[in-house]
């Protein structure tokens, strides 16, 4: 089994900042790729933002130049750096992780609870 735990959401008025984190934990061999993703009322989930093992990262076009991905390896964490937060940031952002489990033939993907992040005008 795998679990992943997010924090750091919260309210922030427009332009602030927050840092979401985002550990994994369980049976684990070896984390791939980790990513952000969010969810608006009404709207479909969408990558924010993703990074490779090898720290290749790729974001989404709305989050450019304003958002920062990261990652420790040794704690099987991953981060999301947000400033300059916008009204339209306003989601449920959740991490996923690609995770080749201890005992499990094959990468596996895994989700966490979601974490809200409210921003206000």
């Known amino acids: 089994q795998v679990q992943l735990v997010e924090s750091g959401g919260g309210s922030v008025q427009s332009g602030g900042s927050l840092r979401l984190s985002c550990a994994a934990s369980g049976r684990i061999r070896t984390i791939y790729d980790m990513g952000w993703y969010r969810q608006a009322p009404g709207k479909q989930r969408e990558l924010v933002a993703a990074i490779t093992g090898g720290g290749i990262t790729n974001y989404a076009d709305s989050v450019k130049g304003r958002f920062t991905i990261s990652r420790d390896n040794a704690k099987n964490t991953v981060y999301l750096q947000m400033n300059t937060l916008k009204p339209e940031d306003t989601a449920v952002y959740s991490c996923?992780?690609?995770?080749?489990?201890?005992?499990?033939?094959?990468?596996?993907?895994?989700w966490g609870q979601g974490t809200q992040v409210t921003v206000s005008s």
């Open positions: 996923k992780a690609n995770v080749w489990q201890i005992g499990v033939s094959s990468r596996t993907g895994h």
